[in-house]
């Protein structure tokens, strides 16, 4: 199993940026897929999710609205575009495939001016 994020990176408040997921070494189709986010000192959380097919996806409150997970099933890659960020949005960023114990190396992503 690999999941490798990347996207990450410094941005200005207000600004936008996309973070992507390459997944390999499983049947990337079968498995619903999920974003977290851990900031320095707290918690890991979830951030949003989709199911296999694309057609579910749910999101923490925190961003509702502004973060948009999506996924192609062909290439074995989600994503999470990232609108109007805000400091708080300032973390380590991972994709996990639902049910797989295994977590990549994460993407930073700093949102500050």
């Known amino acids: 199993v690999q999941l490798v994020e990347s996207g990450g990176g410094l941005v200005q408040p207000g600004g936008s940026l996309r973070l992507s997921c390459a997944a390999s070494?499983?049947?990337?189709?079968?498995?619903?897929m999920r974003w977290y986010r851990q900031a320095p000192g707290k918690e890991r959380e979830l951030v949003a999710s989709i199911v296999r097919s694309g057609d579910i996806t749910n999101y923490a409150d925190s961003v509702k609205g502004r973060f948009t997970i999506s996924r192609d099933n062909a290439k074995n890659t989600v994503g999470l575009q990232m609108n109007s960020l805000k400091p708080e949005d300032s973390a380590m960023y991972y994709c996990?495939?639902?049910?797989?114990?295994?977590w990549g190396k994460g993407t930073l992503v700093t949102v500050s001016s």
């Open positions: 996990q495939a639902f049910g797989i114990t295994y």
């Open positions: 070494g499983f049947t990337f189709s079968m498995y619903n």
